[in-house]
Every structure is written in C-alpha cells, then in structure tokens.
C-alpha cells in the first residue's frame, strides 16, 4: 500500500468520524480533536514465523545428554497507534493484539534420552501437565498523554534503555506494564522516566514480577512490583552524545550507568567509539542477611566452603569500536565484570542485557568475568544485491569466579538477513541465525524468522 493510499484512508476515516460526531450533536472542537486522534494514527499486522533447534551438549547427573529441543510456531501482532486529540493537552491510545500458534515441536528428546518426559520448549507456555500449549495470546493497551514536547504513557511498554531492555527474540515480544514520561522540551536533551511493575514474557499470555537470575525461580523465587528508572541522553553534538541513567529493583539493587557514544568520520571509512560503565549494589532485602536468606539474591562468586552471601556488588566496565567503510563493518570490543556478583537485570526468562556482549545465547555477565568480541558484518548492496546482509561475531571469556563449572567460556554468532526490495511482497524479511556455545555451557542453536508487516493504515 502507498502512502498516497495510506493518505486517502485516513482522510476517509477523519470524514467519516466528522460525520459520525455532526450526527451525534457533538460540538465542532470535539469533532476536530477526535479527527486528530484518527489522522495521526497508524495500524498493521505483523506475521512472523520462528524456528528454533537447540541441542544441549552437556550431561546430566545420570550422564545422558540433556534433550534437544525443536519447536516452531506461527505468531501473529497486530498493532493500533493513534495520533493524539487537538489541544494543549493531547490523548491518545495504543493498542496490541497477539497470537500465537504452534506448528510442531514443544520439545523433542535427545536420541541418548529413554525414559524423560518431553521436555517443553522455549517459545510456548506450559499446560498444567507440563507439556507446551498448543496456542497463546494476549490483548493489551497503552494510553497516552502529551503537553508540548512531553509524553506520558500507562500501560505495555518494550523499553530498551541502558538499565532495561524488552526481548525480542522468539515469536511474541517479552512486554513491560507500568509507566514512562519523555521529554524532549530543552533542544538535543531526552529526559526518561519511568516505573515498571509487571513482566509478560515472550512465551506466556500471563503477567508476573521482577526479579533477578539467583532469585527468580518461578516457584520459589523473590520478585519485586517495583523497578523505577530514570535517565538522559544527552547529544552535544551531532556526533557525540552522553547519557546517564539510574535503575532501582526495590529489595534487589541500585544501578547507575553512564555512557558516551562517539562517531568519527575518517579520511577512508568511519569510526564509532561506545564506552559504557554500570555500579551495582544491593538494595532493600539483598543487602541484608536475613533478606537474603528469604531469597532476595543474586547470582555470583562461588567457591568449595566459601559461599558468597548472594549480595548484589557489580561493576561492568566495556569499550566497543566499529570501523566501517563501504558495505564492511568490522568492530571489537573489551568488556570487565568486577565486584562478588552476576551483573544485574531483570530477568524473568527473557534474558536481553544491555551489555555489548549481548550474544544469541550466553550473555558474558557473570561475576569477575572479562570478555573480548570481535565482529566482521557486509552489506551485499555494495555489490548489487541489496536487502542482503551477513554478520559474525565472536566472544571469549574468562577469569569467571565459579568453581563448579570453570572460568572460560565462548560463542560464536553467525547471521544472515535478507528482505525482498520489489514485488507483491516487497518488505518480506528472511532471518538466519546460528550459534555454537562451548565452556560453562554447552550448546548449538539454530534459528529461522520469516516476518512480514502489512500496513492498514
């Protein structure tokens, strides 16, 4: 659909609305606010459909291979974004429906695995047998409010800022419930701040709490309604920017982040500089003993008869730097966990960080651990095939303090992406990626994404 197209649909929705309102008696500025509200708004249908094959290689207790798990499903989002009413103070409302179907899998058993149950899968929720639904879903809205250049919103938010970020990375998206104000009334200046209370994951209709990895077992585990967070970006210039921001997990941990992003256009080619630094400390019940002994910890330092307490005490240190020139991108980066716990963030099974080793699968968060990466992606337009583009990342840790299951670990990342540029389905996305763990863990991943978004309005 065209934007001209587009154009025409809202002008018959405004007309239409007019009409409706002349009809109902309403008065001229309510009819003018309410056709606000409709001209600005937007609508679409996202189909995407997702593979995933996981194959654990570790052993379990028994010393048989844990099973491997193959699932595959087809996801359906259709999202309403209105424009806001006429006036000083504007309102608007934004709406989110989304289901989900599964197609095959819920879990599929190793060849060395006799006598275990299916083991369900990572995409579905669970029926009370333990087995994974056959669908899910959930409808969900988010209202809004502006005054100038300030917004307001209350209701599903997917956040991705230096102390929270919403997952993407399975059929449906991992959705925040809570509130969020930004501000952009002082030029070059984005002032953020919000509090979260709830957490849907990517693979459940249902809400819950917040916690931390060390504490949020689903049956036994702590969780807070409360994570308040607040921050600036702040853009010096067109080519520098600094941020900082605050996050808060009552009875988990403080968090404080400041960063500084930095592009350099060079002779030949250009250069982006990433720095970043979070302090961690507990907060509430994990900073004290008997707190902790309920359950309010963290994951962390461990050693045969030297236990740590579970209190939250992180520092993350990392630099990334990306050189590009035409269609080549290549980057590298150093990353420093110090301090006697994981690094923090909330984690209710949909684990994305906002650290740089953010990888398919490991995270590289864990206590005392140093990280190295180091990446090579190209953009096939270069070279007259646009829409296609390939990328590979590697990472290596080590000095990680845990006894039980060694100090090193590595991932290996390769992607392809392709999105068709013409035709009947032009915007049709292609995604494959692949990962292979070995360390601490142990594991290949595999996974396709077919997506399409169609506009309706």
Request: hydrophobic share 35%; charged share 25%; proline share 3%.
């Amino acid at each position: 659909m065209s934007r001209q197209e587009r154009r025409a649909i809202s002008r018959k929705s405004t007309l239409t609305l007019a009409v409706v309102a002349g009809t109902l008696g309403l008065p001229m500025t309510v009819q003018e606010a309410a056709a606000a509200f409709i001209e600005d708004s937007k609508a679409n249908l996202t189909f995407k459909n997702f593979y995933i094959n996981t194959d654990d290689r570790e052993r379990t207790a028994s010393g048989r291979n844990t099973p491997r798990q193959e699932e595959w499903g087809q996801g359906f989002l259709f999202e309403f974004k209105s424009g806001f009413t006429e006036g000083p103070v504007g309102f608007g409302l934004d709406l989110i429906a989304q289901h989900a179907f599964r197609l095959d899998g819920g879990g599929r058993q190793g060849k060395n695995v006799e006598d275990l149950e299916r083991t369900p899968g990572t995409i579905f929720p669970l029926e009370s047998n333990g087995k994974a639904k056959t669908d899910f879903g959930r409808v969900n809205a988010t209202g809004k409010m502006r005054f100038s250049k300030t917004v307001a919103e209350l209701g599903v938010l997917r956040p991705r800022l230096p102390v929270v970020v919403s997952n993407d990375g399975r059929l449906l998206p991992q959705m925040f419930h809570g509130a969020q104000i930004t501000s952009n009334e002082i030029k070059d200046l984005t002032l953020v701040a919000g509090k979260l209370e709830h957490s849907t994951e990517r693979n459940s209709g249902d809400s819950q709490g917040l916690s931390i990895v060390g504490a949020n077992n689903i049956e036994t585990g702590k969780f807070s309604n409360k994570f308040y967070y607040g921050g600036a970006d702040y853009k010096v210039t067109k080519d520098l920017m600094l941020q900082y921001y605050f996050g808060n997990l009552e009875d988990f941990y403080e968090q404080h982040f400041v960063g500084l992003v930095h592009n350099l256009a060079l002779p030949v080619g250009a250069l982006k500089t990433d720095l970043r630094y979070w302090n961690s400390d507990s907060a509430g019940a994990n900073s004290r003993a008997s707190g902790r002994t309920e359950g309010y910890k963290s994951a962390g330092y461990w050693s045969a008869g030297d236990r740590d307490s579970g209190e939250v005490d992180n520092n993350a240190w990392s630099a990334l730097f990306t050189y590009t020139l035409g269609g080549h991108e290549l980057k590298a980066g150093y990353q420093k966990l110090t301090g006697n716990s994981d690094f923090p963030y909330l984690n209710q099974g949909s684990p994305s960080v906002p650290l740089i080793t953010d990888a398919t699968v490991e995270k590289f968060a864990r206590a005392g651990e140093q990280t190295w990466l180091a990446g090579y992606a190209y953009d096939f337009a270069r070279v007259g095939i646009p829409g296609l583009k390939t990328s590979l990342v590697y990472f290596s840790g080590d000095d990680v303090d845990d006894e039980r299951n060694g100090d090193e670990e590595w991932e290996r990342d390769f992607r392809v992406d392709y999105v068709l540029q013409e035709g009947t389905f032009k915007g049709l996305g292609f995604t494959y990626r692949n990962a292979a763990v070995r360390g601490i863990r142990e594991r290949d991943d595999n996974r396709m994404t077919i997506s399409y978004t169609l506009p309706l309005m």
